[in-house]
């Protein structure tokens, strides 16, 4: 399960319903909630990736040198959140319903 279907808001079937529909402040919160659990994904994948490539690195003529060095974590950090944005790992959705849990949204 996903934490869009997680996210997922009961549609109104009649005036019981309609009174049980979302604010819009809570909305915002579960998107903020969302957002937040996405950037902590990548933020742990970035990290992984990190570790991953600390040690690799291709000799001299083919090596990057110290650009190379400066900018691997900036690399990290885009293949991180594509990683993410392509479906992740299902990180963002625990940590997401767990959020929710705390706010009381669940």
């Given at each position: 399960?996903?934490?869009?279907?997680?996210?997922?808001?009961?549609?109104?079937?009649?005036?019981?319903?309609?009174?049980?529909?979302?604010?819009?402040?809570?909305?915002?919160?579960?998107?903020?909630?969302?957002?937040?659990?996405?950037?902590?994904?990548?933020?742990?994948?970035?990290?992984?990736?990190?570790?991953?490539?600390?040690?690799?690195?291709?000799?001299?003529?083919?090596?990057?040198?110290?650009?190379?060095?400066?900018?691997k974590?900036?690399?990290s950090?885009?293949?991180?959140?594509?990683?993410?944005?392509?479906?992740?790992?299902?990180?963002?959705?625990?940590?997401?319903?767990?959020?929710?849990?705390?706010?009381?949204?669940?």
């Amino acid at each position: 399960m996903d934490l869009t279907s997680a996210l997922a808001l009961p549609t109104a079937k009649g005036p019981a319903d309609l009174a049980a529909q979302p604010s819009a402040a809570e909305l915002a919160k579960r998107d903020q909630i969302k957002k937040t659990a996405k950037d902590f994904e990548a933020s742990f994948l970035s990290v992984m990736l990190n570790e991953m490539f600390k040690d690799v690195g291709a000799q001299a003529p083919y090596s990057g040198g110290q650009g190379e060095a400066a900018f691997k974590s900036f690399m990290s950090d885009a293949m991180a959140k594509q990683m993410v944005r392509s479906g992740g790992v299902g990180l963002a959705d625990t940590v997401g319903k767990e959020m929710l849990k705390l706010q009381g949204l669940s």
